[in-house]
C-alpha cells in the first residue's frame, strides 16, 4: 500500500468517525432535549400577526416539552436583525426562527448578512396564506374573469394599490399574464389601500385577509379570488386563484420554523413531530384561521426546505416582471 493511499484511508476513517460521532451525540441530545427555555426568536414587533400566532404555538409547546418557551421580538431591517442572532446562534435546537424565509433573498433585499439556505436548518412549514384580490362592492363584475374582461375593454382606465413589494409584484405579474393595462398607485400602508378602494381611487387590491376583515363582514368590498392552495373556511364561496383560471399567479406568505445550520437531525426531527401535533388541534386550526387568516400547512424538514425555494423563485419572476429593486 502506498503511502497515499494509506493517508486517503485514515482521513476516511477519522471522517467516518466524527460523523458517527456527531450522529451519537445528536441522538443522545435529542434522548434528554429540551433540559432548558427554548427560545423563538420573531423578527417583527410584539403585536403583529406573526408575534401573536407564534405565541400561541409556543404556549403548547412549553407544555409538551415541559420547559418554557420564550418568545424574543428582535425587530428591525424588515427582519433581518432578528433572523441574524439565529443564524449565529449555537446548533443546539434552544433558538428557533418561527418564519416563513421566502423573502430572505436579494429578491428583496439588496445585501443579506447571511446565506439562507446555507445557515439555517428547516424543522417544518407552519402555515400558507393568500392574497384576496378585492373589489369595491359596487364594482358590477362579480369573477375575476369578468373584472379581466372590463379591464381588457377599457385599457388605462382601471387603478390598482399596492403598499409593499408583495403585493405591487403580485399585481403586476397578476395584470401582465392576464393582459390588463392598470395604473398602479402607491400607498403607505394597508388602511391607505383599504380607504381608498373603499373610495373609488383604486378598483383592484391584492392584499392579506386580515387587512379587510371588517369590510369584508360589512359587505363593503367583494373578495373575486384568493391565492394559495385552497379555500378559506371563512370564505368559502372565495375561488382560489387556480380555480379562478389563473394558476400561474399563485404567490403565497407562510411560517414555519428553522434553526441554526448544524442543528442535530434528531432535535430537528423531535422539533418536527411536536409541532405537528401542536398544529393538528383544533384550537390552533381556528386560532391561526381567524387571527392570520391563514391555512395550516406542514411539512417535512426538506420539504420545507423545497417549498421555500420554489417561492422564492416565483418572487424573483414577480420582481423581473414588475421591475422591483431591493433597496
Given at each position: 500500500?502506498?503511502?497515499?493511499?494509506?493517508?486517503?484511508?485514515?482521513?476516511?476513517?477519522?471522517?467516518?468517525?466524527a460523523s458517527?460521532?456527531?450522529?451519537?451525540?445528536?441522538?443522545?441530545?435529542?434522548?434528554?432535549?429540551?433540559?432548558?427555555?427554548?427560545?423563538?426568536?420573531?423578527?417583527?414587533?410584539?403585536?403583529?400577526?406573526?408575534?401573536?400566532?407564534?405565541?400561541?404555538?409556543?404556549?403548547?409547546?412549553?407544555?409538551?416539552?415541559?420547559?418554557?418557551?420564550?418568545?424574543?421580538?428582535?425587530?428591525?431591517a424588515n427582519?433581518?436583525?432578528?433572523?441574524?442572532?439565529?443564524?449565529?446562534?449555537?446548533?443546539?435546537?434552544?433558538?428557533?426562527?418561527?418564519?416563513?424565509?421566502?423573502?430572505?433573498?436579494?429578491?428583496?433585499?439588496?445585501?443579506?448578512?447571511?446565506?439562507?439556505?446555507?445557515?439555517?436548518?428547516?424543522?417544518?412549514?407552519?402555515?400558507?396564506?393568500?392574497?384576496?384580490?378585492?373589489?369595491?362592492?359596487?364594482?358590477?363584475?362579480?369573477?375575476?374573469?369578468?373584472?379581466?374582461?372590463?379591464?381588457?375593454?377599457?385599457?388605462?382606465?382601471?387603478?390598482?394599490?399596492?403598499?409593499?413589494?408583495?403585493?405591487?409584484?403580485?399585481?403586476?405579474?397578476?395584470?401582465?399574464?392576464?393582459?390588463?393595462?392598470?395604473?398602479?398607485?402607491?400607498?403607505?400602508?394597508?388602511?391607505?389601500?383599504?380607504?381608498?378602494?373603499?373610495?373609488?381611487?383604486?378598483?383592484?387590491?391584492?392584499?392579506?385577509?386580515?387587512?379587510?376583515?371588517?369590510?369584508?363582514?360589512?359587505?363593503?368590498?367583494?373578495?373575486?379570488?384568493?391565492?394559495?392552495?385552497?379555500?378559506?373556511?371563512?370564505?368559502?364561496?372565495?375561488?382560489?386563484?387556480?380555480?379562478?383560471?389563473?394558476?400561474?399567479?399563485?404567490?403565497?406568505?407562510?411560517?414555519?420554523?428553522?434553526?441554526?445550520?448544524?442543528?442535530?437531525?434528531?432535535?430537528?426531527?423531535?422539533?418536527?413531530?411536536e409541532f405537528?401535533?401542536?398544529?393538528?388541534?383544533?384550537?390552533?386550526?381556528?386560532?391561526?384561521?381567524?387571527?392570520?387568516?391563514?391555512?395550516?400547512?406542514?411539512?417535512?424538514?426538506?420539504?420545507?426546505?423545497?417549498?421555500?425555494?420554489?417561492?422564492?423563485?416565483?418572487?424573483?419572476?414577480?420582481?423581473?416582471?414588475?421591475?422591483?429593486?431591493?433597496?
Amino acid at each position: 500500500m502506498t503511502h497515499a493511499h494509506a493517508l486517503a484511508r485514515r482521513l476516511a476513517a477519522a471522517a467516518l468517525a466524527a460523523s458517527s460521532f456527531m450522529l451519537f451525540w445528536g441522538t443522545a441530545q435529542a434522548q434528554t432535549y429540551p433540559t432548558r427555555p427554548i427560545r423563538m426568536v420573531v423578527p417583527f414587533a410584539a403585536g403583529g400577526i406573526t408575534d401573536v400566532l407564534i405565541r400561541v404555538l409556543s404556549d403548547k409547546l412549553s407544555g409538551r416539552v415541559g420547559q418554557a418557551v420564550v418568545v424574543e421580538n428582535r425587530p428591525g431591517a424588515n427582519g433581518l436583525i432578528g433572523a441574524d442572532v439565529v443564524a449565529k446562534a449555537a446548533p443546539d435546537g434552544y433558538t428557533i426562527l418561527p418564519v416563513g424565509g421566502s423573502s430572505y433573498t436579494t429578491t428583496f433585499f439588496k445585501e443579506l448578512p447571511f446565506d439562507f439556505h446555507r445557515d439555517f436548518t428547516p424543522i417544518t412549514l407552519f402555515w400558507v396564506g393568500g392574497y384576496l384580490f378585492l373589489v369595491n362592492s359596487s364594482a358590477s363584475a362579480k369573477t375575476l374573469k369578468e373584472f379581466v374582461a372590463q379591464v381588457k375593454a377599457n385599457p388605462g382606465k382601471f387603478n390598482t394599490g399596492s403598499s409593499g413589494a408583495p403585493n405591487l409584484m403580485m399585481t403586476a405579474l397578476f395584470t401582465k399574464v392576464a393582459g390588463m393595462d392598470m395604473t398602479n398607485i402607491p400607498y403607505k400602508g394597508n388602511a391607505q389601500t383599504a380607504t381608498a378602494l373603499l373610495a373609488g381611487e383604486i378598483q383592484l387590491v391584492l392584499d392579506p385577509p386580515t387587512s379587510h376583515k371588517a369590510n369584508l363582514e360589512s359587505g363593503k368590498v367583494r373578495a373575486l379570488a384568493i391565492s394559495g392552495p385552497g379555500r378559506l373556511p371563512s370564505l368559502p364561496d372565495v375561488p382560489t386563484l387556480s380555480e379562478a383560471g389563473f394558476p400561474n399567479v399563485n404567490g403565497t406568505f407562510n411560517g414555519g420554523a428553522w434553526a441554526p445550520a448544524g442543528t442535530p437531525r434528531p432535535i430537528v426531527d423531535r422539533l418536527n413531530t411536536e409541532f405537528h401535533a401542536i398544529l393538528a388541534l383544533p384550537d390552533v386550526k381556528e386560532k391561526t384561521l381567524g387571527i392570520g387568516g391563514v391555512l395550516v400547512q406542514t411539512s417535512t424538514p426538506e420539504g420545507l426546505r423545497q417549498f421555500i425555494a420554489d417561492d422564492q423563485r416565483f418572487w424573483a419572476e414577480a420582481a423581473r416582471v414588475s421591475g422591483f429593486k431591493p433597496e
